[in-house]
């Protein structure tokens, strides 16, 4: 058959949908104010568990920077791994390690980003959900408050806002 | 019986007789071994006749024992016996009648060589064309089968025997033979050669002659497209087009066309003109075919990739009210996509490419729980 070799290659949904929440994340460093000591050196985005996210994060790290603030990804297996960084993204595979995480960051300015059903109200800042199809995210600010962060009112106006 | 009229003339050739008379009673072995001794017998081993009666008994040792035995020894050795009897019969007495019975040994190996082409087996096919060709001489050295040319140089061109492959080719082309199958057989000799100049000189001598024929052009089309001539792909495919509009399978090669000019343009106006005359040309075949596997996939991916692309293409500094806005563009493509990435599932549920475009279109739309769905699917089939 003469259109036999024709066959179109599937593109990588899996990537898109994480191109849109690195933009997300690049947006939220706009819109949310770190305490001045964490404006200096590198704007470290760690990432609990394993995430497609890691690939458009290292890509964006290349690109982009906060201000001055080079983009360093942290890739952290348990909880146990963590170290300094102004976010951290739990993977919806660690969900039941984000309270943990949470205590390990106290006394930190840490923007606490989880992607499951139900997560901005146990103790994460930013919470992603799916809304009609579309990516969306949850915003606790009295737990970004917990943690010294100030958020922009005009993120909140783009937010669903659970407290 | 036709023997008999010349039998009785030389009756006093007794071996000669009775090879005859066995012959009419079904003995083909003593008939044998009388026209043998006739042969060697330095009395009528100089008679056209008893050539002619030996070629004669063996045709008949072939067509009763031997017809179905490649290489048979009677068939060989009557041709030898009549190609004596010709050379032999300056007054033409037996000449006639053994140019009839080569005629017909000449078409057995004809029918052979045929029948050995249909079944694949092209060595065979070739030596029994190529019999037929030279008994063909012994009956008119004058005459030969252009047929017969052609089909030794496509039996040689499957055997990847280039050289005698031209050789036949070309000499079926000289001849005249008249067949455009012979142009695209030695378009693709050529090819193979990687002589591509040659191979298209030969495509358009083929379309000269046959202006309108599917096969010459359809071979162009798949030149054009093996040497990545893009353009002139495309205007050989209008062309097969518009002498077969319903021709699904040239219309999904002119939308791969579109899609690789897409892929290549520089500028987004100029892909998005392609990727419209690709999505159209899609929408065509599936106005011919609705239930066209290929292209509801395709036109699926098509949708798919732009809205995948439109996301990779954008700025991670993109701010998030424009994210917003693209996001809700980006749901309509996808959405847009996937009746036909479903229709494509529903024809074929087993298709590993389908099952992983439907997965990461469900994705792509925050359905996760679809998007397993079919994930699963594909995974239990890439167990197997």
Same mark, same amino acid.
Do not use: L, P, R
């Given at each position: 058959m003469l259109a036999n070799d024709l066959v179109a290659q599937v593109p990588d949904g899996n990537a898109a949908n994480s191109k849109i929440k690195a933009i997300f994340l690049y947006n939220f460093t706009k819109y949310i104010e770190w305490p001045a000591?964490? +404006?200096?050196g590198e704007f470290v985005i760690g990432i609990l568990g394993s995430s497609p996210l890691v690939t458009e994060l290292e890509k964006m790290a290349l690109k982009s920077k906060v201000g001055t603030q080079s983009f360093v990804i942290k890739k952290f +297996? &348990?909880?146990? &791994?963590?170290?300094?960084?102004h976010m951290l993204y739990i993977s919806n595979s660690k969900t039941g390690s984000m309270e943990a995480a949470i205590n390990k960051l106290k006394k930190t300015s840490t923007l606490v980003i989880s992607e499951c059903g139900g997560c901005a109200k146990k103790g994460s800042a930013i919470n992603f959900v799916s809304v009609d199809n579309k990516q969306r995210f949850e915003l606790n600010k009295t737990n970004a408050g917990k943690f010294g962060l100030q958020v922009s009112s005009n993120l909140a106006t783009l937010a669903i806002m659970v407290d | 019986m036709l023997l008999g009229f010349f039998v009785q003339g030389y009756a006093q050739q007794p071996k000669i007789t009775e090879a005859y008379t066995f012959l009419q009673k079904n003995d083909l072995d003593n008939a044998v071994k009388a026209i043998e001794t006739a042969t060697s017998s330095p009395e009528t081993a100089n008679e056209p006749k008893a050539w002619y009666y030996k070629g004669f008994i063996y045709k008949e040792v072939y067509k009763r024992? @031997?017809? #179905?035995? =490649? =290489?048979s020894p009677a068939r060989q050795k009557s041709l030898d016996a009549l190609s004596k009897c010709i050379s032999f019969d300056p007054k033409n007495q037996f000449a006639e009648e053994s140019r009839k019975v080569v005629k017909y040994l000449s078409s057995t190996f004809k029918n052979d060589g045929a029948k050995a082409l249909n079944n694949r087996v092209y060595d065979k096919s070739i030596k029994n064309y190529e019999n037929y060709l030279q008994t063909l001489k012994l009956f008119n050295p004058n005459y030969t089968d252009t047929s017969a040319i052609f089909f030794i140089g496509y039996a040689a061109y499957e055997t990847k025997d280039y050289n005698k492959a031209l050789v036949n080719l070309k000499k079926a082309m000289e001849l005249n033979y008249n067949d455009p199958h012979l142009y695209y057989i030695l378009s693709r000799v050529y090819l193979d050669k990687k002589e591509n100049d040659n191979a298209i000189k030969v495509l358009e001598l083929g379309q000269k002659k046959y202006p309108n024929d599917k096969d010459i052009l359809t071979a162009e089309v798949i030149y054009y497209k093996e040497t990545g001539k893009i353009d002139e792909l495309e205007a050989k495919l209008k062309k097969s087009i518009a002498l077969e509009p319903k021709n699904t399978e040239l219309q999904m090669m002119l939308a791969l066309v579109y899609e690789k000019k897409m892929e290549a343009a520089k500028d987004n106006t100029k892909k998005g003109e392609f990727q419209t005359k690709a999505t159209d040309t899609y929408h065509k075949v599936l106005g011919i075919n609705p239930n066209h596997l290929q292209a509801n996939y395709n036109l699926a991916i098509l949708y798919y990739n732009e809205a995948v692309t439109k996301i990779q293409q954008s =700025?991670? @500094? #993109? =701010?998030i009210l424009v994210l917003s806005n693209l996001q809700d563009e980006c749901i309509l493509i996808f959405k847009k996509s996937l009746p036909f990435m479903e229709k494509a599932y529903s024809l074929d549920p087993k298709n590993k490419n389908t099952l992983t475009g439907l997965s990461g279109i469900y994705f792509s739309l925050n359905d996760e729980e679809k998007s397993n769905k079919y994930k699963a699917e594909l995974d239990a089939l890439n167990l197997k």
């Open positions: 000591s964490y +404006k200096q +297996k &348990d909880v146990s &791994d963590i170290t300094s960084c | 024992k @031997e017809s #179905t035995i =490649d =290489d =700025d991670f @500094e #993109t =701010d």
